[in-house]
């Protein structure tokens, strides 16, 4: 079964920058939707940042201009640059992938921007 593997999380100052990976732990095809969601303390989970099987992109308004999500076909990895981070950011980042016959969920990797 094809499991998504998360990295990168941690704590930061307010400011500052990190960077997530997911990665599959085999080659996944059809994929048509690839994200990362965010899921704050008591609140339900939210897209933070996704990219289509044609390369479009899509953000959530918090997050423009400081966030950035990417594909990585040499290592089949879906990354996420985040920078000036803010505490509001702070949160249980989860990796998705959905193809035309699936849909995955990663555990999920922590991220904590302090003020």
């Known amino acids: 079964q094809v499991q998504l593997v998360e990295s990168g999380g941690g704590m930061v100052q307010a400011g500052g920058s990190l960077a997530l990976s997911c990665a599959p732990s085999?080659?996944?095809?059809?994929?048509?939707?690839m994200g990362w969601y965010r899921q704050g303390p008591g609140k339900r989970r939210d897209l933070v940042a996704s990219?289509?099987?044609?390369?479009?992109?899509n953000y959530d308004d918090s997050v423009k201009g400081r966030f950035t999500i990417s594909r990585d076909n040499a290592k089949n990895t879906i990354d996420l640059q985040m920078n000036s981070l803010k505490p509001e950011d702070t949160g249980l980042y989860y990796c998705?992938?959905?193809?035309?016959?699936?849909?995955?969920w990663g555990q999920g990797t922590h991220v904590t921007v302090s003020r």
């Open positions: 990219i289509d099987s044609d390369g479009s992109t």
């Open positions: 998705r992938v959905i193809t035309v016959d699936n849909r995955y």
């Open positions: 085999q080659s996944i095809p059809n994929i048509n939707h």
